[in-house]
């Protein structure tokens, strides 16, 4: 099956500068790369997501690359605020109907400092 | 449109004993996937449903079954109940079933066994 390692698992940075969070995956076959953002006690929520046929997608301060050969995907978050804090998951599901769930990373705990 | 909404939110069993969680879906999705969270595990897929019918299975044991209704709402069953069930059980619906769809999560069920 799927295996995603996600990297680092807690990650620090100043209010205002940039934080990058990477993920690999093994299968060749994972088509869809989701990020979810959850908060202490809440639930994960979609952030920005990327299909197979995209390299690169970006939604205001938040950009996904993915390296399909390589077989990895990073989450970019450009002038980081406060509320940026919380953990982030990536995921990755392979193609061919749906035959699994979707595989996350074990998380990073993204702490943004004043 | 409401989002996905699970019931109960908390729940506190003992040892050996069984326990449905209850997970509706946003209005329209037809498909349901369920979710165990834990501090050591991470977030791991245990199945997923649609039109009634399970489509796919995590590596959970016997012990953790599902099912789905005509109007998608979907439920899980943990019986014999261990020390290590301990955890959030997150459902999440989706459109359809295939592997690019959007997954929406609910707030969860925290379940603690004693």
């Known amino acids: 099956g799927e295996n995603v390692e996600q990297h680092p698992s807690t990650l620090s940075v100043q209010e205002g500068d940039s934080a990058v969070i990477k993920c690999t995956y093994s299968?060749?076959?994972?088509?869809?790369f989701p990020w979810y953002k959850q908060e202490l006690g809440k639930r994960p929520q979609l952030i920005i997501d990327i299909r197979s046929n995209v390299g690169e997608k970006k939604d205001q301060r938040i950009a996904v690359t993915l390296n399909k050969t390589a077989k990895h995907f990073s989450l970019h978050i450009t002038e980081t605020q406060p509320e940026d804090s919380a953990v982030y998951f990536c995921a990755a599901r392979p193609s061919g109907g749906g035959a699994d769930g979707l595989t996350f990373g074990k998380g990073t705990h993204l702490i943004i400092q004043p | 449109k409401a989002g996905v909404t699970q019931t109960p939110r908390y729940l506190i069993k003992t040892r050996g004993q069984q326990v449905t969680l209850s997970c509706s879906p946003i209005s329209g999705h037809r498909s349901v996937s369920w979710y165990q969270q834990t501090p050591g595990q991470g977030l791991q897929f245990l199945f997923e449903?649609?039109?009634?019918?399970?489509?796919n299975k995590g590596n959970f044991p016997g012990r953790f079954s599902g099912r789905q209704f005509s109007n998608s709402r979907s439920e899980m069953n943990v019986s014999t109940l261990e020390l290590g069930d301990s955890a959030l059980y997150l459902c999440?619906?989706?459109?359809?079933?295939?592997?690019?769809?959007?997954?929406?999560f609910g707030p969860g069920t925290r379940l603690t066994v004693l």
């Open positions: 299968d060749s076959a994972s088509n869809y």
């Open positions: 999440a619906s989706s459109l359809v079933v295939q592997s690019t769809d959007t997954q929406y």
């Open positions: 449903y649609f039109s009634e019918t399970q489509r």
